[in-house]
């Protein structure tokens, strides 16, 4: 085996697992260490160089999450896999955001072991068995610092930035792929954005087709040039998650010499740990979409209001803004869930989501508050306009025929309070106080629309 000198410690408070562990791996030709116990592994790991940790997420004592964080500090760190008995999101995230190379639920298959280990050693092989290691240990920097990182809005302007600098280059574009067809430019260096959206979807086709960090057919040389872009000057990234694109990195005047072999395996080590960084940051936002989201509606949920709010307070401090927060509740809709059951109320709530995405714009926010009760943050909106939308919305929800392909035509109206930031409150729980007080204030009439001035003085 390529890699049969490597040495392996296994983490786990569990003989049956230790065990198994052990026999596959010790099947590929690894030299294996045990632990039982999360001290003695990172004692392990602080005497000597061990190539790649797999260790159990719980255990008694110290954990899993432990012996990873332990296994950063040593000098040239191993990779750690991270083996759960749950497969829940919070331990996956946790996993990701504390530098561990991938995680394992358990029950596995042994194939994915093997190949999740195989993979780490392969990363670690570019380290150590490069002819210029102070250029891959750059590299290999650089490289880790994109494939940690989980927010999209940071990973690819800095990946392309990277690429820029690596290549020599100074001229490029980003873009990803709106509900994974249109493409969309995030980011245009020295190249005006009409040649760009030209550019981008000259290529489309090519990006998606592409192997890692390559360069155009020879089909598109004659159009290149028609763009006034150079062919052998240019190189793409395709960005996905998993087999699917989702966005791109075009550098269009490449001046390193890639036609040196160990220059072209550097930059595509180089792509392949951006591409790394991008499919965990889609795992990542994958998994906060999950946390954040109402199942029913797939409108954000309770929860993630409360980041949201906070978030466009400190945004509206800073420029000065206003912003209404709006609160909806169905009158009558247990009628139709006591007339036709909860699959039809289920039902009717997803055309209420519907409803609502078509009455704000793209930038406003919508939320499920539960139940039967929704809220909206209407950005840089002031009490007057929130009033126009907040009708807008009740009428709609008044006029629709709810479960008409059902064959049940089903009528219900929506109560709507709201407040204004900061003329009505500059915190957070007293702009959800107040809009919450309107909102039941109008429950006495139904079908109507309060703001925080309809309140009767005594229930302020």
Known sequence: MIFSQSSILVVDDELFFRKLYRDLLLEEGYRVDVCDNGDDAIALLQQRQVDVVLTDMVMPGRNGLEVL??????????????????????????????????????????????????????????????????????????????????????????????????????????????????????????????????????????????????????????????????PEQLWMLPLRDGEVLKGGIIVCDAVTDLSDAT??????????????????????HD?????????????????????ALSHEIRRSQRYGLQFSLLFLDLDRFKEINDNYGHLAGSAAL????????????????????????????LVETDDKTARVVAERIRKV??????????????????TAGFST??????????????ADRAMYAGKELRNVICGVVDIPEEKR
């Open 421 to 434: 930031f900061p003329t009505d409150a500059t915190d957070k729980e007293k702009l959800l106080d107040l």
């Open 287 to 307: 998994a906060q979409e999950l946390m954040y989201t109402d199942d029913l509606t797939g409108l954000y949920n309770h929860r993630y209001m409360q980041v």
């Open 350 to 377: 997803q055309e209420v989501g519907q409803l609502l995405i078509d009455c704000v714009r793209d930038v406003d926010t919508l939320f499920r508050f539960g139940g039967d009760e929704f809220a909206a943050i």
């Open 69 to 230: 964080r332990a296994a950063r500090a040593v000098e040239n760190p191993p990779e750690v896999i991270l083996v759960t008995g749950h497969a829940s999101l919070e331990s996956a995230i946790d996993a990701l955001k504390n530098g561990a190379r991938d995680y394992l639920v358990k029950p596995f298959n042994p194939d994915e072991l093997k190949h999740l280990v195989r993979n780490c050693l392969e990363q670690r092989k570019l380290l150590t068995e490069n002819d210029h290691l102070k250029r891959q240990i750059h590299l290999f920097q650089t490289g880790q610092s994109l494939s940690s990182l989980i927010d999209l809005d940071r990973l690819i302007p800095q990946s392309f930035d990277v690429l820029l600098r690596e290549t020599g280059a100074s001229v490029g574009c980003t873009f990803t792929l709106k509900d994974g067809v249109t493409p969309t430019l995030t980011g245009v260096k020295n190249l005006p954005a009409e040649f760009a959206d030209q550019l981008v979807n000259l290529l489309l086709s090519q990006i998606d087709d592409a192997v890692g960090f390559s360069q155009p057919a020879a089909t598109a040389t004659a159009k290149l040039k028609h763009l006034q872009q150079q």
């Open 263 to 284: 220059a072209l395996a550097d930059l595509r080590y180089l792509s392949d740990q951006i591409s790394l960084g991008f499919e965990n940051a889609c795992r990542y």
């Open 397 to 414: 929800i008044e006029e629709h025929a709810f479960l008409e392909e059902q064959g049940t035509p089903s009528f219900v109206t929506v």
